[in-house]
């Protein structure tokens, strides 16, 4: 009886011993998996900065560009009037054509933001990229309304007009301000990468 009862015991034994280690094993893999996951999801999203950062490296220096010829166009007398006859001629301050045609995307950063496994990043590079993120909707959330102002009827009106440049400029400015604080951060962002 008793080589019986040590032999059920030994097997019990034997059987929980086999759960705890294949539970254990599973959660290992599970773990390994879920920081492979998560190694993927932040290379992606630094995938997409390194894009945003060189959209940024074309747009800045452009934008501080236009912002100059709106300073001297804004004073230029023959140049109001011109404008006040026809409001296509405000495109000779936009040497590529346009404000900006692209913007930095955040699609890798929306879909990290809703990913379980964004728990599993580093609370400094989340930090860093949440910043990022939050500058990038602040500073390009005005172009549209830049636009807007050139496209309508009352852009070239007379007693507007001038006005209306400076309102472009400053606006404008106020965007490029913005823009040079991100690349501050995306810059941040690099180092804090390569530490």
């Known amino acids: 009886m008793k080589n019986t009862v040590l032999k059920y015991l030994e097997q019990v034994l034997l059987i929980v011993f086999s ?37 940024l490296d074309y ?19 023959t140049f109001i009037k011109t404008f006040i006859a026809d409001k296509s001629v405000i495109y000779e301050a936009f040497g590529r054509g346009t404000i900006m045609s692209d913007m930095p995307s955040n699609d890798a950063w929306d879909i990290a933001k809703s990913h379980p496994l964004i728990v599993n990043m580093d609370y400094d590079k989340l930090f860093i990229l949440s910043k990022i993120y939050n500058q990038q909707r602040f500073t390009y959330e005005s172009i549209p ?13 007379r007693e507007h007009a001038k006005r209306n440049l400076e309102l472009l400029r ?18 941040l962002a690099e180092k804090f990468d390569s530490d």
């Open 170 to 187: 400053d606006k404008l400015e106020e965007t490029y301000g913005r823009e040079v604080q991100l690349v501050q951060y995306y810059e």
């Open 19 to 55: 759960v705890v280690l294949g539970l254990y094993l599973s959660e290992r893999i599970e773990d390994r998996k879920n920081e492979r996951d998560a190694q993927e999801l932040f290379l992606k999203i630094n995938s997409e900065l390194t894009t945003n950062k060189k959209l």
């Open 59 to 77: 747009w800045v220096p452009y934008h501080k560009e236009i912002i100059n010829r709106l300073d001297s166009l804004s004073n230029d007398t």
């Open 145 to 157: 309304a830049l636009i807007n102002l050139i496209v309508s009827s009352e852009f070239n009106a």
